[in-house]
């Protein structure tokens, strides 16, 4: 099962793909750059828009007036515009809970609420200052503490479970927690996967629809699929050794699309490092939900 690259995109850190159905094209960003990227999937041409600072996650809004997005200083609406740029207001600030921090990986529930994480720049500081919000009701709300790097933000089909992972080689934890759907809120935290057993580091993840969570075994080259017990399914390969996250698209939403990292250094055993990829899993994933406001 071979991956196709579907854009040379280079990226510094390619993140938050966002299949959007009525454009037939995917969104994603590349966060040191600051950018918002367009893939058409009728053409294969791209488009792109900068912004001011660093842009981690992404989420459509359900009232069509662009993007809701997560970077380093709040939450903001971003609209691409036809002449190339991109208008953004601010819809909250963040009290980070230490300097030089950004949010990082983000998925609104199945309600259209977003959540996101943030971390320290300085990944390698190991510092647990990273923080879980929620953003709803033009509030940001802090919901857990103590993390190095979240990731791995995903939900059930059915809403009622919520998955979130530390991406950092200190960790390297999945988690599930049961989700009330009517309030928001998480709660019985465990384990749901120990990723020191298995290749890579847990990453971006998507939830497929037989309730199977797939997520980017970064430094490994792989994405893996586990069952809604834990268990390790199958894993699909990428041609490069950092996959940063994944999300299902296409008009039968049965391709997985992959963002990934382009590291600094020596590329020559992995010269797509940075670019777009597409698998067919042999599964169907979700649409993803928009953000509710």
Not at 2 to 12: K, P, T, V
């Amino acid at each position: 099962m071979q991956a196709e690259l579907i854009f040379d995109a280079r990226n510094g850190v390619g993140e938050s793909p966002v299949w959007s159905a009525s454009e037939q094209a995917l969104y994603w960003v590349d966060i040191p750059a600051g950018r918002l990227h367009r893939w058409r999937a009728a053409d294969g041409q791209l488009a792109s828009w900068e912004s001011d600072e660093m842009l981690a996650c992404i989420a459509h809004r359900g009232d069509g007036q662009g993007w809701v997005a997560g970077q380093q200083s709040g939450i903001f609406q971003l609209q691409p515009q036809t002449d190339g740029s991109l208008h953004s207001q601010r819809l909250c600030g963040v009290e980070h809970a230490a300097c030089d921090m950004r949010f990082n990986d983000g998925r609104c529930d199945r309600q259209g609420r977003l959540w996101l994480g943030s971390m320290l720049l300085d990944m390698a500081a190991a510092a647990p200052v990273g923080r879980l919000y929620r953003f709803a009701d033009s509030r940001l709300e802090q919901h857990l503490d103590d993390l190095i790097v979240p990731n791995g933000l995903s939900f059930s089909p059915d809403g009622r479970t919520m998955y979130l992972s530390d991406s950092h080689p200190d960790v390297q934890a999945i988690w599930a927690f049961d989700y009330d759907i009517d309030s928001g809120t998480p709660h019985h935290r465990r384990l749901f996967v120990d990723m020191h057993q298995h290749a890579g580091r847990p990453d971006g993840a998507a939830v497929d629809a037989d309730g199977c969570y797939w997520i980017c075994g970064n430094d490994a080259g792989l994405i893996h699929r586990f069952t809604p017990d834990g268990r390790l399914d199958r894993s699909l390969a990428v041609p490069v050794k950092k996959p940063s996250m994944c999300a299902f698209g296409g008009p039968g939403l049965d391709t997985l699309f992959v963002t990934s990292i382009r590291p600094g250094g020596d590329l020559a055993d992995q010269p797509l490092a940075g670019g777009v990829f597409a698998l067919n899993p042999g599964v169907k994933g979700l649409e993803e939900p928009s953000f509710a406001g």
